[in-house]
């Protein structure tokens, strides 16, 4: 009897043990089970997006042999079609293009110029190398209003003045810079009588930084040397200022 009930013992410690085991796995299995399904709806567009916040959807299926090319493109398959591809491929028909628009430009008019020996056109409202400008009968334009002298940002324009004694103002002093002119032409907008501007000269260049701080003087010549271009650029554009 004894033997008997410790066998039943036993055999009943076994099973409770094989219960606790089992019960451990199922509850295992159920949570892999609810983590999958949480993974696979957060993968679904819209399903969580918004509960769990914005989740980049990503795809579980692993492709073996290599990347596959969604957007790969369908060539047509019609004749025409065939016929085309095979003339490029065989008989090279985008390199004779491409050699025959080459040969091409040998007998059309060349679009460079032999600079300086020739020059290209300018517009009338090039801005170029600065000039003080004179009335007809010689007297200076410029009546020292100094309103260039506050527009320019560079604050590259220095002007000094004086009263005459008929009581119109001229300047003594009338410097610029060129070195720190940005060429914005706001001093040639401000002047109420055209005095100082920007003219067709583009070729100053100098060797030292002290030829290109232009003074009354330097200014006053480059406006008798190009009053002609200048007024004519003038009245070109007049309807436009």
Not at 59 to 79: C, Q
Request: contains cysteine.
């Amino acid at each position: 009897m004894h033997d008997c009930s410790a066998v039943a013992l036993l055999r009943t410690i076994f099973v409770s043990k094989m219960d606790q085991k089992r019960s451990v796995l199922c509850l295992n299995l159920i949570r892999m089970e609810v983590t999958l399904r949480i993974l696979y709806f957060s993968c679904r567009t819209g399903t969580f997006a918004g509960r769990l916040g914005p989740v980049r959807p990503f795809s579980l299926t692993v492709h073996r042999g290599g990347y596959k090319n969604v957007n790969a493109e369908e060539l047509p398959m019609d004749m025409k079609s065939i016929t085309d591809r095979a003339a490029q491929t065989l008989l090279w028909t985008e390199l004779f293009r491409g050699l025959g628009m080459t040969m091409s430009y040998l007998f059309r008019e060349p679009a460079t110029i032999n600079y300086p020996f020739e020059k290209g056109p300018l517009s009338p409202r090039f801005r170029g190398e600065h000039a003080l400008r004179r009335y007809p009968n010689g007297e200076e334009r410029c009546i020292a209003c100094k309103l260039c002298e506050a527009v320019c940002p560079a604050q590259a324009i220095t002007i000094e003045a004086e009263t005459r004694a008929d009581g119109s103002r001229r300047t003594t002093r009338y410097d610029i810079d060129m070195t720190k002119c940005i060429y914005c032409g706001f001093c040639q907008e401000a002047c109420p009588v055209d005095a100082i501007v920007e003219g067709p000269n583009f070729e100053y260049a100098t060797e030292t930084h002290e030829e290109l701080l232009y003074n009354k003087e330097k200014l006053l010549n480059n406006g008798d040397r190009w009053e002609a271009e200048i007024a004519a650029n003038i009245q070109a554009d007049y309807l436009y200022r």
